[in-house]
């Protein structure tokens, strides 16, 4: 039995012709070079962005709490790259670590993915109140009820997430010869429960989506038909554009990733090329995958100079008495500010 794994679903099918392995050592350290630099680059820029608005107070507008709760969802999702760049690319049987990590670690995946996208979409809306309804912004979004409503999200995107533990597990091939896979059980495929999650994982891309391309449209109109009166009204446009360039990036960092698990469904049983085409595209959505939970920080870096001063300020002039802050940030204590 052969599958296809793109991120966590599996494909299963009874084809017996086509492997993971057909990919070239070349093409797979290519991929895994690629990945470790997305790693490292991600860790580093989702820590800086929790560490800037944990110790700089004035950061901590609604904004920055938003991107410093996706910061977390990102680096949960980086952390679980080994895995899957080990078990998914090089030796995806036999899966050594036991049927609960195969479990966890799919759930927290899919639970940061849903988290993150709920993210952009809350985060959009609350900008399309702020520029299009002020008035109501300032009585309805304050920072105790966005801390509450991100707890929330989280929430929606757990349990979102929570048929995974029926979907997914440890099963024996190879006729138990201890050819054991981490991978969408056959009760998945027959119940339909694979189908179905396929649905929700579709419907969490594209209903943001509709949502964003319709807030966007009417933020843009608003601001670009406004005069620019005020240097709020500039700081306005200038965020308004960071957002844009987030929600750009989601989008095409997640559409192949949709479009290949698509294609691939469609060309099960089909010719050789059709199932190579597809499976070479749901390599590059791999990586792509992994590029959207590092590129955030790189695009506040570039695009918000505010950022960029409190992440120079940070790692240049930090007080010796935050070097305490940062060790019980580490310990736990950064769930004591959504508390603040």
Same mark, same amino acid.
């Given at each position: 039995?052969?599958?296809?794994?793109?991120?966590?679903?599996?494909?299963?099918?009874?084809?017996?012709?086509?492997?993971?392995? /057909?990919?070239?050592?070349?093409?797979?350290?290519?991929?895994?070079?690629?990945?470790?630099?997305?790693? *490292?680059?991600?860790? *580093?820029?989702?820590?800086? !962005? &929790?560490?800037?608005?944990?110790? +700089?107070?004035?950061?901590?507008?609604?904004?920055?709490? $938003?991107?410093?709760?996706?910061?977390?969802? /990102?680096?949960?999702?980086?952390?679980?790259?080994?895995?899957?760049? $080990?078990?998914?690319?090089? +030796?995806?049987?036999?899966?050594?670590? =036991?049927? @609960?990590?195969?479990?966890?670690?799919?759930?927290?995946?899919?639970?940061?993915?849903?988290?993150?996208?709920?993210?952009?979409?809350?985060?959009?809306?609350?900008?399309?109140?702020?520029?299009? %309804?002020?008035?109501?912004?300032? !009585?309805?979004?304050? +920072? !105790?009820?966005?801390?509450?409503?991100?707890?929330?999200?989280?929430?929606?995107?757990?349990?979102?997430?929570?048929?995974?533990? @029926?979907?997914?597990?440890?099963?024996?091939?190879?006729?138990?010869?201890?050819?054991?896979?981490?991978?969408?059980? /056959?009760?998945?495929?027959?119940? =339909?429960?694979?189908?179905?999650?396929?649905?929700?994982?579709?419907? #969490?891309?594209?209903?943001?989506?509709?949502?964003?391309?319709?807030? $966007?449209?009417?933020?843009?109109?608003?601001?670009?038909?406004?005069?620019?009166?005020?240097?709020? /009204?500039?700081?306005?446009?200038?965020?308004?554009?960071?957002?844009?360039?987030?929600?750009?990036?989601?989008?095409?960092?997640?559409?192949?990733?949709?479009?290949?698990?698509?294609?691939?469904?469609?060309?099960?049983?089909?010719?050789?090329?059709?199932? $190579?085409?597809?499976?070479?595209?749901?390599?590059?959505?791999?990586?792509?995958?992994?590029?959207?939970? *590092?590129?955030?920080?790189?695009?506040?870096?570039?695009?918000? @100079? %505010? #950022? +960029?001063?409190?992440?120079?300020?940070?790692?240049?002039?930090? @007080?010796?008495?935050?070097?305490?802050?940062?060790?019980?940030? &580490?310990?736990?204590? #950064?769930?004591?500010?959504?508390?603040?």
């Amino acid at each position: 039995v052969t599958h296809w794994c793109n991120r966590e679903f599996c494909v299963g099918s009874d084809q017996t012709d086509w492997e993971w392995e /057909d990919f070239s050592g070349a093409e797979l350290v290519c991929v895994t070079a690629v990945c470790v630099l997305l790693l *490292a680059l991600g860790i *580093a820029g989702n820590m800086l !962005t &929790i560490l800037v608005v944990w110790l +700089r107070p004035h950061l901590r507008s609604t904004t920055y709490l $938003y991107l410093s709760s996706m910061a977390v969802s /990102d680096l949960l999702i980086l952390l679980l790259m080994p895995l899957d760049l $080990y078990y998914k690319l090089w +030796r995806f049987r036999p899966w050594d670590l =036991g049927d @609960a990590l195969c479990k966890l670690s799919v759930f927290i995946s899919e639970s940061c993915t849903y988290s993150s996208i709920l993210h952009i979409t809350a985060l959009s809306l609350e900008r399309y109140l702020a520029v299009c %309804r002020p008035l109501t912004a300032k !009585t309805l979004v304050t +920072r !105790t009820r966005v801390r509450t409503l991100i707890g929330c999200l989280w929430v929606v995107a757990v349990i979102s997430a929570g048929p995974v533990f @029926a979907m997914v597990g440890v099963e024996e091939l190879g006729g138990g010869e201890g050819e054991s896979e981490c991978r969408c059980t /056959d009760y998945a495929v027959s119940s =339909g429960l694979l189908g179905a999650m396929m649905w929700l994982s579709n419907l #969490y891309f594209l209903v943001p989506l509709g949502i964003l391309g319709v807030v $966007y449209g009417l933020i843009g109109r608003k601001l670009w038909l406004r005069p620019q009166r005020s240097s709020r /009204d500039r700081a306005q446009r200038h965020t308004i554009k960071m957002l844009g360039m987030i929600v750009l990036a989601f989008v095409l960092c997640w559409l192949p990733f949709h479009v290949g698990r698509t294609l691939f469904s469609l060309t099960l049983g089909s010719s050789a090329d059709m199932y $190579y085409i597809s499976q070479y595209f749901n390599l590059v959505s791999f990586v792509l995958f992994y590029l959207s939970a *590092a590129v955030n920080p790189i695009l506040y870096n570039t695009m918000s @100079a %505010r #950022y +960029r001063h409190a992440v120079r300020s940070l790692l240049v002039r930090m @007080a010796p008495g935050e070097y305490w802050r940062v060790g019980r940030l &580490i310990r736990g204590g #950064y769930w004591d500010y959504w508390l603040m």
